[in-house]
């Protein structure tokens, strides 16, 4: 909906005080309006959405809807201008995330069309091109998945180096072996998950820690359900410390994610919850994405590479669904990375 300045303004302070009713939303307001004014401009939020009505007659009062809080743009520059312990995040585990993304859809209608024609794009791409070209554009997007994958993870190697090290088998001078075999795991796992483009069918708590184990093969990592808290950088957000309670909400997740029907809407809920869980003591967002593209392979959709984004915007994307449980900018990186593929990869 387009929201105008006076409803902004009812957003605002039923956001700022929890909840509200009608006379309190009066009185916060800086402009005068009369109650039937009132009434349509909220009638309209909660229609939308936006706004949750609770209560009847006098004791009715407002609050703001969970498909609001999760999808709502979000102003990401002025938000990270402040530092992590002032920007009144969410720093505990919302436990309600998953029945929240249970009772609403993921994507606009608009943006399921522009997805579908996206995947109807790809699978005309792949119809006619030749197997030595596909096997090519193979390559080449592992390369620039990997490097790109790694890149956010702070990895120093750069795309030319990549490919070095994949089809040269050289390291590249200066750099820690860490970085080649963070790499070199991405290729591994993404040519496990190509040669077995089923697998993500029905997602479990078994193929997560299967393609975990097989990205942080030779880094230290312990493999598995996490015992001990994690903490994640730039962030106060605290996810769960307790491995009963992590394994029991992958579970929850994964049968979430199964449950859908749409494809594009599982790949985007695995990245962004696989993520937020952190089930594992490292790896978690490699596995995230790792798992995400799994789901769009067996759906018959292109794999992402996240080539063009920003690592730190995806970052940013990342802690503002951990801080604010917002996924509107990660889920715009997500729709314009589906873009990308199709037009850079297998043309």
Known sequence: MNISPRQKNIIRIVKRDNAASISQIKNSLSEEASIPTLNRDIAALVKNNVLLKQ??????????????????????ENYFEQDPDVREAITQFNYELIGIFEAIPTFTATEVSHLDSLKKQYQSNISDISPALHQKELERLTIELSWKSSQIEGNTYSLLETEQLFRD???????????????LNHKYALDYLLANQNIANNLS??????????????????????????????TAYKPLDN????KEYIENMCRLINNKKNGFEKALLAVALISYIQPFEDGNKRTARMISNAILLNYGACPLSYRSVDALDYKKAMLLFYEQNNLSAFKEIFIQQNAFSVKNYFQ
Do not use: W
């Open 55 to 76: 209560g009847s007659g006098p004791a009715t009062f407002y609050s703001i809807a969970p498909h609001y809080n999760i999808f709502a743009p979000l102003d990401a």
């Open 169 to 183: 088998k050289i390291e590249a001078e200066g750099k820690p072996k860490e970085d080649a075999t963070m790499l």
């Open 205 to 234: 708590l078994a193929l997560l820690e299967e393609i975990h184990a097989l990205l942080i093969k030779d880094l230290g990592v312990g493999r598995n359900i996490r015992s001990r808290t994690v903490g994640i950088t730039g």
């Open 243 to 246: 491995a009963h309670q992590i």
